[in-house]
């Protein structure tokens, strides 16, 4: 576990001293700023939380490649995986230590809209519940799309197509809710269970639902041992 919280540690300063970093946590605050401040138009606060939860969500999909996109495949393309590979260290500690890092930065940037939520408690009345049970659900969220775009990192040296491929399936994960709603039956049943929206619209009503909970984690843990597979392959290249 040392090795993994040491791989984290330099990670984590890569962030906060790349500029990528903070062009990716501007946009993220900038763009969830807008809609805040298009959801507080309305009278109804359970309404405008779900009015700014919800398109972070969609936000996510293309930021969440980038903030990941670099930490497999720069490494590749400079040769210093296969140094790192080498070293006395397992393939899953490298996977969790960089997935931290990534985590600890997003829920650091989550953490700077919170300005948001201080203002809407001074200038409304808003029920608090849905409030935090959103950014609980948004953070779920988000770790659930950071370990996709660090598979697609994996995969290649190019940093340019994990960003692509890592959009193109959370793309596909975010509008099979809306496939769900075309077909009926156990289809229906199935697509909606697969999507990663569909689990976010309880958090943003106020229910912690269990089962939310644990759909997230496990595609958390499905894509992280997918990526682990993928960086000891590259032991046998």
């Known amino acids: 576990m040392r090795v993994a919280l040491a791989v984290a540690s330099k990670e984590v300063q890569t962030y906060f001293t790349s500029p990528m970093g903070y062009i990716v946590a501007l946009v993220f605050v900038a763009l969830t700023g807008y809609f805040f401040v298009a959801s507080i138009s309305t009278d109804f606060p359970e309404a405008s939380i779900d009015g700014y939860i919800t398109p972070s969500a969609l936000i996510l999909i293309f930021l969440a490649p980038a903030m990941t996109m670099r930490l497999f495949a720069e490494e590749q393309k400079l ?13 899953w500690e490298v996977v969790l230590g960089k997935f931290a890092s990534s985590l600890v930065f997003f829920l650091a940037t989550l953490g700077l809209t919170l300005l948001y939520v201080l203002l ?9 519940g849905p409030v935090w049970s959103g950014y609980l659900g948004l953070a779920l969220y988000g770790g659930a799309a950071l370990s996709i ?4 990192s994996s995969f290649t040296n190019n940093q340019i197509i994990a960003l692509v491929v890592g959009f193109g399936i959370l793309l596909i994960l975010f509008v099979i809710d809306q496939a769900a709603s075309l077909v009926s039956g156990t289809a229906s049943t199935v697509l909606s269970q697969i999507g990663l929206t569909g689990h976010l619209e309880d958090f943003t009503r106020g229910v912690v639902d269990t089962r939310n909970i644990v759909y997230y984690l496990t595609v958390m843990a499905v894509f992280l041992f997918l990526t682990v597979r993928s960086v000891e392959s590259r032991r046998w290249r």
């Open 79 to 91: 040769g210093t995986l296969e140094l790192l590979l080498t070293s006395p260290v397992r393939d």
């Open 120 to 128: 809407l408690g001074f200038y409304g009345n808003p029920d608090w």
């Open 149 to 152: 775009g660090l598979l697609t």
